[in-house]
């Protein structure tokens, strides 16, 4: 099984700020068929289920904002919110699709300074 | 609009079954791969186990495989979970999803597996 390794667990940044989550996977899920990251990016707010703000590891999910973006490849991997809002506050989850079983993260607590 | 409605969740003593429905509407039922999703109460996510988009294939993690079973009716755009011999580590919100990389969730149903 493909692990992913979140961090850090949780993170705390001012508004306006950046803010840097990394995820790290036990092995490449890069495709050399494809040349695609399998991974992408999940934010899940209190009390709602899971909504994907980033496919095939930098792709954009159509009315995400712009300031959200994803990097990376290969088995290392970054969501930045270049401006942090304060409806921003949820956790953060990647997830690879590469493989079954498709795995998560643990998961990134993001709130308030 | 994509909409998933899951039903069928409630409370069930260990060792006991319950089946779990997706009602899905606003897109091509037949095109996706469907997905359910877990997650236990103040817990991360888990992938439980997913099925082609003509049931050819099915996947399942590990902890379930022998106990749940996972099927597709797409003349009813619909997707079912049975879940047999259920533990109290099965306790979770089970979430319909659409895809194989798990695009859109459904809103969730809670499974409480407690005596």
């Known amino acids: 099984d493909i692990v992913m390794t979140q961090s850090p667990d949780s993170l705390a940044v001012s508004l306006g700020e950046r803010a840097t989550i990394n995820c790290k996977s036990s092995q490449s899920i890069l495709s050399s068929s494809d040349n695609l990251n399998y991974l992408s990016w999940l934010q899940q707010k209190p009390g709602q289920p899971p909504k994907v703000l980033i496919y095939?590891?930098?792709t954009r999910e159509s009315g995400v904002p712009d300031r959200f973006s994803g990097s990376g490849s290969g088995t290392d991997f970054t969501l930045t919110i270049s401006s942090l809002q304060a409806e921003d506050v949820a956790v953060y989850y990647c997830?690879?699709?590469?493989?079954?079983?498709?795995?998560f993260g643990q998961g990134t607590r993001l709130e308030i300074k | 609009e994509v909409q998933l409605v899951e039903s069928g969740g409630g409370l069930v003593q260990p060792g006991g079954s319950l089946r779990l429905s997706c009602a899905a509407s606003g897109f091509i039922f037949s095109s996706s791969w469907m997905t359910w999703v877990r997650q236990a109460p103040g817990k991360g996510l888990e992938w439980v186990a997913n099925i082609k988009k003509d049931g050819s294939e099915k996947y399942y993690v590990d902890s379930v495989k022998g106990r749940f079973t996972i099927s597709r009716d797409n003349a009813k755009n619909s997707l079912s979970l049975q879940m047999d011999s259920l533990r109290v580590e099965d306790t979770a919100v089970y979430y319909c999803?659409?895809?194989?990389?798990?695009?859109?969730w459904g809103q969730g149903t809670l499974v409480t597996v407690s005596s």
């Open positions: 997830q690879q699709y590469y493989s079954v079983p498709i795995t």
């Open positions: 999803v659409r895809g194989f990389s798990a695009e859109y």
């Open positions: 095939w590891a930098s």
